[in-house]
């Protein structure tokens, strides 16, 4: 297909089931726009692989492509843009449904609006209530002091996400399940960083959307359902690569006092988790290897051949 204006990109990972649902509700309610999808198989188990080339998928706007290796959020993502010859770029979640035209939506807004980069819209959960689709990046006031004497800093440039928007706003971070984004922008800024394996990503990549120059918009008008925790699970493994990835993000964004005083603040909250919950303790022994990179996921992770 020539003169592709949007390129949905999404993940697979063992959760073909929502990958069907996702292409369905693109192929239903996308209109206004030439479009391709491109589902990133994350090196699932063969079975769950083997659900996804049915004839379902049949047709040329929609190209499955299998890693033979489990890559990540931000790895597979960018395996994704690799094979995308879209004006836009579309990342959502694989557990997403699109309600209406989000595609079109946005397209029209990044077109009215130049200076801007990257937008999300209202991301809804099972009950149609309005869920994470922004939020803010880690500040030292907030987890100093709380949220309260944060918003006192920064709600004069950037809404709280407690507050239900109706108009569009600019807001710092958006959700990493709902990502649009002016292709050339992103690759202008190097796309994803793939030292990120699961976590944080959305926090980097819009920082450093703001950082060069361009703005990052919340459009509620597009409609977005999210199921949330499609293709992961609660474990101690998943909550220290979380931290793995925040330290990466601290590190990478901060001068030392940021991130020493951000980090100070996470050994106390981590360590009266040692007595609440369950994993407290094997996370916070992590915190005190200092949540090192060489125990991220991603070098757990095996190839597979067929």
Known sequence: ???????????????????????SSILLNT?????????????????????LNVDFFSGENIKIIRSPINLGFAGGNMLGVSAAKGRYYFFINNDCEVLNDAASIFKKFLITHPTTALVTGSVLDKENRFSSSYKQFPHIAKQLF????????????????KVKLEHPAKVEVVSGACMFFDAKV????GGFDTVFFLYCEEEDISKRVWDQGSEVY?????????????SSSQEASLEKEYYISYFHLLDKHYN?????????ALFFKLFFRVFKRRN???VFSSMLGGFAKKDSLRYKQVIKKD
């Not at 726009?33 to 198989?41: A, F, P």
């Open 1 to 23: 297909m020539e003169n592709i204006e949007v390129s949905f990109i999404t993940i697979n990972y063992n959760s073909s089931n929502y990958t069907k649902s996702l292409v």
């Open 31 to 51: 209109k206004d726009v030439s479009y391709e999808v491109i589902i990133i198989d994350n090196a699932s188990e063969e079975k769950d692989f083997e659900n």
């Open 146 to 161: 709380g949220n309260s004497i944060q918003r006192i800093f920064s709600k004069r440039k950037f809404p709280s996400n």
């Open 186 to 189: 992103f690759c202008k800024i």
């Open 218 to 230: 919340f459009v509620p008008s597009a409609r977005v359902f999210h199921a949330s925790g499609g």
């Open 256 to 264: 030392r006092l940021g991130r020493g005083l951000l980090k100070l």
């Open 280 to 282: 407290g303790l094997r």
